[in-house]
Each structure stands twice: as C-alpha cells, then as structure tokens.
C-alpha cells in the first residue's frame, strides 16, 4: 500500500499526547486563508511511500515515542483522501502496540457508502482525532476555506455518535474567526458532542507565507497579526463554556 507523503517530523510534540511520529499527506481539498502547509495542497503528488517503509523508519524512534506516551499522528493536507493507505498502516500500528491519531478537518467527509465503509474500518484502529473546525457560520467557512462546512460538522457529530476521542482544535484570526457571536456558537455545537477529550485554540500566525510566495499565490491575511494572549484565552473560555467535561471521555 502507497501513499503520498509531502514531510515527517520525527520528534512531534503538538500534535497529540506525547512525543509524535507526524506524517504530512499530500493532498486536500479545503483553501484555507491562513494555511501554512499550502504546498500540501496539490493532490496525487509528494514522495510515494509504502505502508512498511514508514514502519521501518518508524521503528527507529518507537522508544523515545512509546516512553513519552507518544505515538504517531497523520496529518496533512488531509489525511482521510488517503484512507486506504492509512487502515493499512494503522493496522500495523496496532500490531505494535503503538497510539495513533488522526489531524483532520473533516474535509472529505461524506455519506457514499464506500467512504463509511472504509471510515468504519479505519476507526477500529484509531485513538484519537484531531479535528480542525474551521468555523462554524456557514458563508463565513466558505470564504475562508472555498468550502461549506456541513459535511465537517456532520463528521463531528459522526464521531461522537461512535464516542471516537477528538480533540477540538480552532485557529483564533483576529477579525475572521474570533468574532465573540461565532465563537458562542461553536461553544455550543462542542456542547452538542458527547466525545470531546480537549479544546485547543491555535493562535494565528504568519509562518506559512513564504511557502504562498515561493508558490505564486498572493497571501490573502498579510495584514492581519496574531492575536493576544488575552484573546486566545477569552476564545477558550467561550468555546469550553457547553463543554461536557462531565464525560467519561473529557481530560482537562
């Protein structure tokens, strides 16, 4: 089984619990303003790399990761365009005893029966997701996004249905996703779910804009500066406020 890698990070440490083994796919279908990986997007491009070399590479680092909690996390672009490669190489994985996560935004998210199949399946070897909510008012994620975000709210509530541990994760830009009004309704769309491990907002910054320039593109949010810590934390307090951490799944 072959999938199309863009990058590794070998010594991951914000992308799940613990040390991480983060794989880049390549490849996804969302636009996002403030993307730092826009050379991820391209599909059917990056290195191809088969399920047993990365488990070979991966091996390698299995104490320093398994000592810390770690695992590996796949992230993107978007993973689940992959999800063949991935129920291959989590399958072998879980032979090994290893944690695994996914980082998703949920993107590809659809009811076909073949992709609830294959999720199903991917699901059974999976501890965690990492699930990007981008926004939750409907023309607002298609202008910062170029899509809707009905099918990744429908994947949230899919997930939960299942209680599939997720952690949460929202990018604060100052002027596009931390109008107080939104950021109440997202708070009570989390309260909606019954599978919320964590809550994470993600301070918007300006890293990703030279890989926009060495690309052609003309970097849409060069005006705008990341928020204050300040607001950061008011954005937490707003989206924990429904949170049932009541659940068996919550952690602090």
């Known amino acids: 089984m072959i ?66 909690g770690g695992g590996i996390t796949v992230s993107g ?42 999720l199903e399946e991917l699901l059974q070897f999976t501890d965690l997701i990492l699930l990007d909510v981008k926004h939750i008012n409907r023309k607002k994620h298609i202008q910062l996004t170029g899509m809707t975000n009905d099918h990744i709210l429908e994947f949230a509530k ?25 950021l109440q309704k997202l708070g009570e769309f989390i309260g909606t779910l019954n599978n919320v491990q964590k809550i994470e907002i993600l301070p918007y910054h300006k890293l990703g804009i030279y890989k926009w320039e060495a690309l052609g593109h003309e970097y849409p949010l060069k005006h705008i500066e990341p928020p204050s810590d300040e607001n950061v934390e008011i954005a937490y307090q707003i989206l924990k406020s429904h949170w049932r951490q009541h659940s068996k799944l919550s952690i602090e």
Not at 24 to 50: P, S, V, Y
Not at 161 to 182: A, G, K, M, Q, S
Request: glycine share 8%.
């Open 3 to 68: 999938g199309n890698i863009h990058s590794i990070e070998t010594f991951g440490t914000v992308d799940g619990p613990g040390i991480r083994y983060v794989i880049f796919t390549q490849g996804c279908l969302l636009r996002c303003q403030f993307c730092h990986n826009a050379d991820t997007w391209e599909i059917g491009t990056g290195k191809t790399m088969t399920v047993s070399e990365i488990m070979d590479d991966l091996d390698s680092y299995l104490p320093f990761i398994q000592a810390s």
């Open 158 to 182: 899919f997930l939960s249905d299942r209680e599939i541990p997720i952690w949460i994760r929202h990018v604060l830009v100052p002027t596009i996703t931390d109008d107080l009004n939104d």
């Open 77 to 118: 672009g978007e993973p689940l365009l992959q999800i063949s490669f991935l129920i291959e190489l989590f399958k072998e994985c879980k032979k090994k005893g290893i944690h695994t996560t996914i980082d998703s935004s949920g993107g590809c998210f659809s009811h076909s029966k073949l992709f609830i199949k294959q």
